[in-house]
């Protein structure tokens, strides 16, 4: 376990943070191919939605506070470069897990591994989970993480779910009695594609089995500078999304039990998110405003999307109280309303979001400031989709 302040994190959300800088005898490695072969869409069946699935295994011994940091700062960022991904012209379902592995404090009987959160929808449970990881100790056994990741989570049955594992630490990749060899080969038997982010040099990386655990899982590997800091372009956009967000979530009608719970959460989210960056808080806003953010469990805008009788069949005290003495009319009329308010405000933000991405995009080229490591990552995704036949529309 060493003592490394990693820097960026996202790594493991292999998708696409762009901002830690790599240093330049160092660049950031992705040696190996992606083959499997299927470079063309397959149909999609009746009622069928294609899901894209990211595992984040985070490694959250002593040294690694650094690296629980990024995956604060990046989480938007990767969510947001998910939602450029289509399968025939449709937006698939994005699902997020998150595991944390040696951390003392999760007890040796576990292997010191603890899943944080299950694949799920629910973007804003995986901020609140990864803003409650501390770390502490420990032994880092990559082999029995990626077991309990591949055999616990409910991966996708369909053939054109886009499945990958990433996992970020910086000991050696062999420890435990589980082996990674066959960890990782059983994961592949279930097209869960594995990638690996060391944290610290290129050659220690090779030389602890990082890289082999990712040309085994026919994934990427990738070495971080983990004394880099995140790098943030403010934009002219920032403040106009943020008042934009502020609307957006006065769209929100919480019901059933844990309703008033979520939408509150949602606020905290908002706030974790502030408390990292205002470029990380814009992030968050621009994810809410895409199709993916999904709370049809807790918001009655989103249930009305997928059921249009949903407020017939919800109890009048499960509503807030301002609706709770209102008529079915009055309450799908009020749904409404807030449907449209909200569907105004997401496309004002998406039409800012463009201009604030080629403000950021040009202000890098002028700093040449360009994140290898972050540009590493997207390129892995791309690589990925583009073999499973989805799209990328910005």
């Known amino acids: 376990m060493k003592t490394i302040t990693l820097s960026v994190l996202l790594l493991t959300a292999s998708l696409s943070f762009a901002g830690c800088k790599q240093q330049e005898q160092e660049p950031v490695v992705a040696l190996n191919t992606i083959t499997e072969p299927q470079p063309q869409q397959q149909p999609l069946k009746p009622n069928v939605t294609n899901k894209i699935q990211v595992a984040l295994l985070l490694d959250t011994s002593n040294s690694m506070d650094g690296l629980i940091d ?18 025939s012209g449709q937006t698939p379902d994005i699902e997020i897990a998150l595991y944390e592995y040696g951390n003392d404090g999760l007890g040796q009987q576990t292997n010191y591994i603890r899943q944080v959160a299950p694949l ?13 990881l501390r770390t502490n100790g420990g032994s880092e056994y990559c082999g029995a993480v990626i077991k309990d990741a591949t055999q616990q989570l409910k991966w996708g049955a369909n053939t054109n779910d886009m499945k990958l594992l990433y996992i970020a630490g910086n000991e050696g990749f062999d ?5 990674y060899k066959e960890a990782i080969s059983d994961a592949l038997k279930s097209n869960i594609y594995v990638n690996t982010i060391y944290c610290g040099s290129q050659a220690e990386g090779v030389q602890l089995h990082w890289k082999d655990g990712a040309d085994k899982g026919s994934g990427k590997f990738f070495n971080i500078d983990s004394d880099k800091a995140v790098q943030y372009v403010e934009t002219p956009y920032d403040d106009k999304i943020t008042i934009c967000n502020e609307r957006m979530n006065k769209t929100y009608i919480n019901y059933g039990r844990e ?23 814009t992030e968050r806003a621009v994810s809410k405003s895409k199709e ?23 109890k009048k005290e499960e509503l807030p109280k301002e609706l709770q003495n209102k008529s079915t009319a009055e309450i799908k009329a009020f749904v409404d309303t807030k449907a449209k308010e909200r569907e105004a405000i997401q496309k004002e ?10 403000y950021i995009d040009n202000e890098t080229k002028k700093t040449n400031s360009h994140d290898d490591l972050g540009n590493a990552m997207s390129t892995s995704i791309i690589a990925f989709a583009k073999i499973k036949g989805y799209s990328v529309e910005k």
Do not use: H, P
């Open 175 to 179: 420890q435990g009695g589980i082996s």
């Open 259 to 281: 309703g008033e719970s979520k939408k509150m959460n949602q606020e905290v989210q908002d706030n974790n998110a502030r408390t990292v960056s205002k470029s990380n808080y």
């Open 70 to 87: 990024q995956a604060k700062a990046r989480l938007w960022n990767i969510v947001n470069t998910l939602t450029t991904l289509k399968y």
């Open 292 to 314: 993916v953010y999904k709370n049809d469990s807790w918001d009655l805008v989103d249930k009305v999307k997928q059921d249009k009788d949903a407020v017939s069949k919800i």
């Open 349 to 358: 933000i998406g039409e800012l979001a463009k201009k604030r991405q080629e």
């Open 120 to 132: 799920t929808t629910d973007l804003d449970l995986i901020s609140e989970k990864l803003f409650t």
